[in-house]
Nanobody
């Protein structure tokens, strides 16, 4: 079992930055790929960014490409999402997640573990 706890959300003005963190605990927590998803009110949960188990492979969704960066520190069992040049449309609850595989996944259905979510609100 893996537990994921997100932190770092909050209220920021458009153009600002935030860094989200996701701390993983539990058996095998350091050997899985990780991902960030987000869900805005009235919308489906969508892929934001993913990273393979060793950080060697990353992927970012088109709406955030060039602005967001996913990274991980396996020594700390922590995954990060650096978010720059934030826009009002980035407002959502952001979820950390992990599949039971070392390979990067982009579908919510492929994820086995989820954090509780952290709210990001960008004011325009």
């Amino acid at each position: 079992q893996v537990q994921l706890v997100e932190s770092g959300g909050g209220l920021v003005q458009a153009g600002g930055s935030l860094r989200l963190s996701c701390a993983a605990t539990g058996r095998s927590s350091g050997t899985y790929a990780m991902g960030w998803f987000r869900q805005a009110p009235g919308k489906e949960r969508e892929f934001v960014a993913g990273i393979s188990f060793n950080g060697g492979n990353t992927r970012h969704a088109d709406p955030v490409k060039g602005r967001f960066t996913i990274s991980r520190d396996n020594a700390k069992y922590t995954v990060y999402l650096q978010m720059n040049s934030l826009k009002a449309e980035d407002t959502a609850v952001y979820y950390c997640s992990a599949p039971e595989t070392r390979l990067l996944r982009t579908s919510p259905q492929a994820m086995r573990y989820w954090g509780q979510g952290t709210q990001v609100t960008v004011s325009s």
